[in-house]
């Protein structure tokens, strides 16, 4: 049986960033946690928040 490990990552974003920059700096948080074996399960950007949430998992 597979088992995983959990990674709930955030990429803070400036509050009043345009789209063009939100996406290279959350585009080069999944490219370095994925050099480290995380896979992308989820990402979550809630209107009206400076974050986005990215859930990682990898097997152990």
């Known amino acids: 049986m597979q088992k ?34 995380w896979e992308l399960v989820h990402a979550l950007q809630m209107p009206g928040h400076s974050q986005t949430q990215l859930y990682m998992k990898r097997a152990y």
């Open 4 to 37: 995983w490990k959990y990674k709930l990552a955030v990429v803070k974003i400036p509050a009043f960033a345009k789209e063009a920059d939100i996406l290279p700096a959350v585009e080069d948080k999944l490219n370095r946690l994925a050099m480290e074996g």
